[in-house]
T-cell receptor
Framework: EDQVTQSPEALRLQEGESSSLNCSYT??????LFWYRQDPGKGPEFLFT???AGEEKEKERLKATLTKKESFLHITAPKPEDSATYLC???????????????FGTGTQLKVEL | DTEVTQTPKHLVMGMTNKKSLKCEQH?????MYWYKQKAKKPPELMFV???????INESVPSRFSPECPNSSLLNLHLHALQPEDSALYLC??????????????FGAGTRLSVL
């Protein structure tokens, strides 16, 4: 069974204080690792997808990296508007009937303060 | 455009009511999904439709009934719900093509309260 563990559960940063979120995973046949951002009461917003170890993606202050066992979401010089819950998910083998199943971690709740 | 539209945004219903949640996408995606999310928990997969056919039902109670009328629309019919069914219901879609790396795009969700 696919499993995803995220740490820390919650993180409080000062504006400009860089840090990293961790996502450890076990999956049978990784077909993608996904990072989403979720604001309270809203749906997850897609950030990045990574497919193979060594791959990196960047968007503004965020950078996602992938190894064979974990992924990191690095946040450089965060701003208060980066406050949200960050979800990591893995996509394993394709479903027999079609479609794809994402297994989510429990998320890291990030709070960036002035 | 990666928009998935869900209606209504909020829904309050009694345990004897029948209501429906709606989801629409115009990205040409052929796979659509329903998730349930409780507070401070990750989304839990309920149903997957692939090319308008039910691909997976994650042991969801029969009081939840999905329907995919066409490739752009997905409904979730609700009947005789329990208070513990109160949650954020999320719809997502992806290309669904085996040859393509699929990304699931989510709607804003319907906040359901069962009284």
């Amino acid at each position: 069974e696919d499993q995803v563990t995220q740490s820390p559960e919650a993180l409080r940063l000062q504006e400009g204080e860089s840090s990293s979120l961790n996502c450890s995973y076990t999956v049978s046949g990784l077909r993608g690792l996904f990072w989403y951002r979720q604001d309270p009461g809203k749906g997850p917003e897609f950030l990045f997808t990574l497919y193979s170890a060594g791959e990196e993606k960047e968007k503004e202050r965020l950078k996602a990296t992938l190894t064979k066992k974990e992924s990191f979401l690095h946040i450089t010089a965060p701003k208060p508007e980066d406050s949200a819950t960050y979800l990591c998910a893995v996509q394993g083998k394709e479903l027999t009937g079609g479609g794809n199943k994402l297994t989510f971690g429990t998320g890291t709740q990030l709070k960036v303060e002035l | 455009d990666t928009e998935v539209t869900q209606t209504p945004k909020h829904l309050v219903m009694g345990m004897t009511n029948k209501k429906s949640l709606k989801c629409e996408q115009h990205m040409g995606h052929r796979a659509m999904y329903w998730y349930k999310q409780k507070a401070k928990k990750p989304p839990e997969l309920m149903f997957v439709y692939s090319y308008e056919k039910l691909s997976i039902n994650e042991s969801v109670p029969s009081r939840f009934s999905p329907e995919c009328p066409n490739s752009s629309l997905l409904n979730l019919h609700l009947h005789a719900l329990q208070p513990e069914d109160s949650a954020l219901y999320l719809c997502a879609s992806s290309q669904g093509d085996r040859e393509v790396k699929n990304i699931q795009y989510f709607g804003a969700g319907t906040r359901l309260s069962v009284l």
